[in-house]
């Protein structure tokens, strides 16, 4: 029989035998929202900010709902260490008349911006111009450039109906020179939309109405808030309202408005619970052929669940449960923001409960098992704290940090910019037989084990397989035994 010469785990990077302590994650506020002046909602920063944030060369990007020299919200900039915040551009309001960003700027931006080589592109929620005004609108900002650039306003409303939709809350998804969103109202039934428009903003297109829901149910979803996600030629997305039960929907569409699917619908809830969830307000992420989410709403306590989904429909599966309120709970409550996936890793954020009830950051496995509080936002002492309250955006993962926002507290009571870095997992071993089990637990930030024969420069490192399986919350591979020595690390 063969046997193991030399097994090493490397130190430093990772653990020797056996299990380590984990080391505690570190949460940093970067920048903290200043006081907004009166009834005007303005500052210097912006204020309130509902989206999550998108990262280029060393600086975060991201929007402010409220706030800035007009009200109206802002475009900022900081560094991933929280120096050098610049307020890059003020969405002017109604109250502000023309000029800034003209007409199809728009104000008070909601959505998370999406960056295509040096671009970002948003959309905001309501929008400035002569009565009737238009009802938001899609705009682009060049990095480095000379400032925004409004693209195309969405039409007015007669009767609560418009043909393009109105009020986009969601972000957008790009596909070349092709821009895809959903507006949340307006539409043929005033039940909103699913929108496409180009990179130069020439129009928005109309490419699916989503049916009348005057009785609160539908077919197919009413009332989207989310951005769209793309995989191939089809759109998978959320509505937040309407369906059978009126709980929303999520559903798949082709990019040229064909092929319209509601792919599940929630179930009716009883005294405000169900099984499955309720009013999905975030979009969706994809891995494989699955789709993940979250339910704000609805489950098995009220406070909304994680969620899977095959892309045909098929497979629902309730992943998580938050647990009962109101006020203060272990996981957090009623989460508002998409997923972000790293590895077999799920990490969101929920907007109320955990130790203060002012919201969570949390990881939880794609099975479901390992849920884990990462962080529970402070009491507010007249309305503001250390570390904010009320995430509403999604995370940005990069390396082993999260990068993420909160719509309220902070010093100035105004939200937050905030990182939560997480400790490296660390590695055990354990003989089985004629193989050893290399082992490391979840959430694993993406790590990749990786393999060594020997530690003379110039070290060469190969990615270990076979790949990990999820076993009991942990990553797991089998090595069969040999007669060469191992070094193993986890790398990024």
């Known amino acids: 029989m063969k046997r193991i010469q030399k097994l ?10 056996g299990l380590m302590p984990a080391a505690a994650q570190t949460f940093t506020t970067l920048h903290s929202f200043t006081a907004t002046n009166g009834s005007s909602a303005a500052n210097s920063d912006g204020a309130h900010p509902y989206a999550g944030m998108v990262l280029s060369a060393g600086n975060l990007y991201g929007t402010a709902y409220v706030g800035g020299t007009n009200g109206g919200g802002t475009l900022f900039a900081v560094s991933t260490n929280g120096t050098g915040f610049t307020n890059l551009f003020n969405f002017k309001t109604n109250a502000m008349g023309g ?34 005004p238009p009802t938001g609108a899609v705009f682009k900002y060049a990095i480095g450039g000379a400032g925004i650039v409004g693209l195309v ?12 939709g109105a009020y986009p809350h969601g ?32 129009t928005v297109t109309n490419l699916y109405n989503f049916s009348d829901n005057d009785s609160t149910q539908n077919s197919d979803g009413a009332n989207p808030e989310a951005a769209l996600i793309l995989s191939g030629n089809t759109l998978y997305g959320t509505a937040y309202n309407g369906g059978p039960s009126a709980n929303g929907t999520i559903f798949a569409i082709n990019t040229d408005g064909t092929g319209f699917t509601n792919l599940y619908s929630f179930t009716f809830k009883n005294f405000g619970t169900n099984s499955d969830g309720a009013h999905p307000f975030a979009g969706l992420v994809l891995s494989g052929n699955t789709l993940y989410g979250t339910a704000q709403m609805g489950g098995a306590t009220q406070n909304g669940t994680v969620f899977s989904l095959s892309t045909n429909g098929t497979g629902f599966t309730t992943l998580h449960n938050f647990s009962t309120g109101p006020g203060s709970n272990s996981d957090g409550a009623n989460p508002q923001a998409e997923l972000v996936l790293s590895g077999n890793t799920l990490y969101g954020t929920a907007y109320l409960g955990g130790s203060f009830g002012k919201g969570t950051v949390f990881a939880v496995n794609l099975d479901g098992s390992g849920f884990t509080n990462l962080h529970s936002f402070t009491a507010l002492a007249s309305g503001t704290n250390s570390d904010g309250a009320n995430p509403s955006g999604g995370l940005l993962l990069s390396g082993n940090t999260l990068y993420g926002t909160t719509r309220n507290g902070g010093t100035g009571g105004n939200g937050t910019l905030f990182s939560l870095t997480l400790p490296l997992p660390q590695l055990a ?49 089998t090595n069969p035994i040999s007669d060469t020595q191992q070094f193993f690390r986890l790398s990024q």
């Open 99 to 132: 000029g800034g960003g003209g007409i199809t700027a728009g104000y008070n931006p909601s959505g998370r911006l999406i960056l295509s080589g040096s671009t970002l592109y948003g959309t905001a929620n309501n929008a400035y111009g002569s009565p009737p």
């Open 8 to 17: 090493f785990l490397l130190p430093g990077l990772i653990a020797s035998l």
């Open 153 to 164: 306003p969405f039409s007015p409303l007669s009767a609560f109906t418009n043909g393009t």
């Open 429 to 477: 071993i354990i003989p089985d037989g004629t193989n050893v089990i290399v082992t490391w637990p979840t959430p694993d930030t993406g790590a990749a084990l990786q393999s060594a024969t020997n530690l003379t420069p110039p070290v060469v490192w190969d990615t270990n397989l076979p790949a990990p399986v999820l076993v009991n919350g942990q990553n797991a591979v």
């Open 171 to 202: 972000g957008l998804a790009i596909s070349g020179s092709k821009l895809y969103g959903t507006a949340n109202d307006g539409g043929r039934y005033s039940s909103g939309t699913v929108f496409t428009t180009t990179t130069n903003g020439t």
